[in-house]
């Protein structure tokens, strides 16, 4: 199985999205998956220009000049594509959307019916990925990710691949701390890693390990007393 996984946490590999991710990750590879990693903040992707040149003047290619350049033809033969994200503003970060525009050299310009809505089918030779997402978000409850869920499943439908399951972790800013005191929430990133076994090697993650992933940690009130002291001791240590 060929992963492809799009960070696009400005912190990459240090940020509370990797906290699941990385776990994900070596489970993936632990049952055979090959799997590379992009990180958005290391690459130079414009904003799509909306000239359709992609499908009109140069079919498949864009006319710009920039990492989406590579990026493409590796998305395009990809068995599964991971989209892992941080919730801002309740949907995924700028760069993630920006390169989720400058995908449409991966298909044709042409409509046609399926399940009697009007899609674009993949140009030839694009795999029509999985997609799973991974994704954190400082909001206590697990709600706050709902718009971002219905977007990508809008992508899948509209590409053609198959929505695969999110890795959702809400209130994930207490997780690292959680750990550092010895708290028991190794089972979080233990079904992380989990769920990468069972996408490499079923295609698929059962709910109940979902679960687990987004599983509460701490109460909310006591969350909300703990954030809002801790954002208080950062802003007197700036205020001097």
């Known amino acids: 199985m060929k992963v492809l996984i799009v960070n696009s ?28 990693i992009v990180y958005t903040r290391k690459l130079k992707i414009n904003p799509c220009l909306g000239c359709f040149n992609c499908w009109l003047k140069t079919p498949g290619k864009c006319v710009q000049r920039d990492d989406m350049e ?38 044709e310009p042409f409509l046609e019916l399926r ?3 009007c899609r674009h089918p993949a140009r030839k030779g694009v795999l029509m990925s999985k997609i799973v997402l991974v994704a954190s978000c400082g909001f206590w409850e697990v709600d706050n990710f709902a718009p971002l869920v219905v977007h990508v499943k809008a992508i899948c439908r509209n590409t053609g691949s198959r929505f695969a399951g999110a890795l959702l972790r809400p209130h994930s800013a207490a997780l690292q701390a959680m750990l550092d005191m010895g708290a028991p929430v190794t089972d979080v990133l233990d079904a992380a890693k989990d769920a ?45």
């Open 70 to 107: 590579s990026l493409l033809p590796r998305i395009g033969v990809s068995d599964v594509v991971v989209l892992a994200t941080p919730v801002y503003v309740d949907g995924m970060t700028g760069p993630m959307k920006n390169l989720m525009d400058r995908l449409i050299p991966l298909i």
């Open 9 to 36: 946490s400005p912190h990459m590999d240090k940020g509370n999205t990797a906290m699941i991710l990385n776990p994900f990750v070596d489970g993936m590879k632990t049952a055979g998956a090959e799997v590379e």
């Open 115 to 117: 399940d009697d809505h």
């Open 196 to 240: 990468g076994r069972q996408m490499a090697t079923k295609g698929r993650i059962s709910f109940r390990t979902l679960e687990v992933v987004g599983r509460e940690l701490l109460p909310l009130d006591r969350y909300v007393e703990i954030a809002n002291r801790s954002f208080k001791e950062e802003l007197a240590k700036i205020k001097g």
